[in-house]
């Protein structure tokens, strides 16, 4: 069983920049499996934002957030980390970590077995 704890949300300007992080405990090798993020909007359905597979070779971003979120991960603190650059109204949510339980990155949010708490995100316009 693996536990998920996200950090690093808050409120930001447009424009702005936050990192959020993912660390993951309990009796789980997070290292073996994929993992990745996504968001929850009042009123909207979840939306994948990004996976990354076990050594952080292959990456998968969600259309909306591409050129401008970076995900990565270090397998030696257990921990995943999501990158926001240029940050926009549109951007606000709940944010979510997720593993999944296979090796390679998910592209799909139905892909993720567990997940965390989440972050709350604002973006001030």
């Known amino acids: 069983q693996v536990q998920l704890v996200e950090s690093g949300g808050g409120l930001v300007q447009a424009g702005g920049s936050l990192r959020l992080s993912c660390l993951a405990s309990?009796?789980?090798?997070?290292?073996?499996?994929?993992m990745g993020w996504f968001r929850r909007a009042p009123g909207k359905a979840r939306e994948f934002i990004a996976g990354?597979?076990?050594?952080?070779?292959?990456?998968e971003y969600g259309d909306s957030v591409k050129g401008r979120f970076t995900i990565s991960r270090d397998n030696a603190k257990n921990t995943g980390y999501l990158q926001m650059n240029n940050l926009k109204p549109e951007d606000t949510a709940v944010y979510y970590c997720?593993?999944?339980?296979?090796?390679?990155?998910?592209?799909?949010?139905?892909?993720?077995?567990?997940w965390g708490q989440g972050t709350q995100v604002t973006v001030s316009s």
């Open positions: 309990g009796q789980y090798t997070f290292g073996n499996f994929g």
């Open positions: 990354i597979n076990w050594n952080g070779s292959n990456k």
């Open positions: 997720g593993t999944s339980s296979f090796s390679m990155a998910p592209a799909y949010s139905s892909l993720f077995r567990n």
